[in-house]
């Protein structure tokens, strides 16, 4: 079943001579379940596609449809509810809320949300998350990969149709960079959670069902 399609994606900054065609006429498809890398190195795009993706950007022209919705379509404040309700993000710099605990980051976007909390999904979560004993803890009590991992929480809390994950081991040592690609690959396996992750590293890219190259705007190659 396809969870994801994008239609001929273009994204332009500036005009005349400071004109920078980041995308250029992006198309492919993500099916329900699948783990997609998108690989790229710097400037190649793959960041652009993904904030498009994600709803957090408008495309110059072309389409992005999720579960079967043109989210272009939506304006901005139907948009954004969209986005919290059916995409998790997952950043590079983790982007939690120093005064809230672990366990209050994770639930953030239901409690923003005014949506209730299963604890029964909580607790399994962060059991698959490994932070049992640090539930209560403070982000700057936690090691990187340990707040890397509060952040993939907050993504999968709400059952999204689709995780975005924009190189989510790029702040990382190469062992805690081993974890968080091993725990992305378990929400997949045993949530069923589409994920589609942006990376420049070919080896972490090996973990994904499908892998995407992207140069200057383009796709280039999948295998």
């Known amino acids: 079943m396809e969870i994801l399609k994008v239609e001929n994606l273009t994204k332009i900054y500036g005009k005349g001579t400071t004109k920078v065609v980041a995308l250029d006429n992006v198309s492919f498809s993500v099916s329900k379940g699948e783990f997609v890398a998108i690989v790229g190195a710097s400037g190649s795009g793959k960041s652009t596609l993904l904030h498009l993706i994600g709803g957090v950007d408008r495309p ?3 389409n992005v449809f999720i579960d079967g919705k043109d989210i272009y379509k939506l304006d901005d404040d139907k948009l954004a ?19 809230l605990n672990v ?25 698959l998350l490994g932070l049992e004993s640090r539930k209560h803890h403070l982000p700057n009590e936690l090691s990187g990969g340990q707040q890397q991992r509060t952040s993939i929480g907050r993504a999968l809390v709400t059952n999204p149709t689709i995780i975005l994950a924009d190189e989510p081991t790029g702040n990382l040592d ?7 690609v091993e ?3 378990k929400s997949n396996k045993e949530y ?3 994920i589609i992750m942006i990376t420049h590293n070919m080896e972490i890219a090996k973990c994904a069902d499908r892998i995407i190259q992207i140069e200057d705007g383009k796709i280039v190659k999948e295998v």
């Open 60 to 62: 110059t022209s072309g």
């Open 81 to 99: 509810i969209f986005r919290r309700r059916q995409v998790g993000l997952v950043y590079q710099f983790y982007n939690l809320i120093p005064i």
């Open 103 to 127: 366990e209050e980051n994770i639930t953030l976007p239901l409690d923003l949300d005014n949506r209730k909390v299963n604890k029964e999904h909580l607790n399994s979560l962060i059991k």
């Open 174 to 180: 190469s062992k805690s960079s081993d974890e968080i």
């Open 183 to 185: 725990l992305l690959r």
């Open 192 to 194: 069923k959670q589409t």
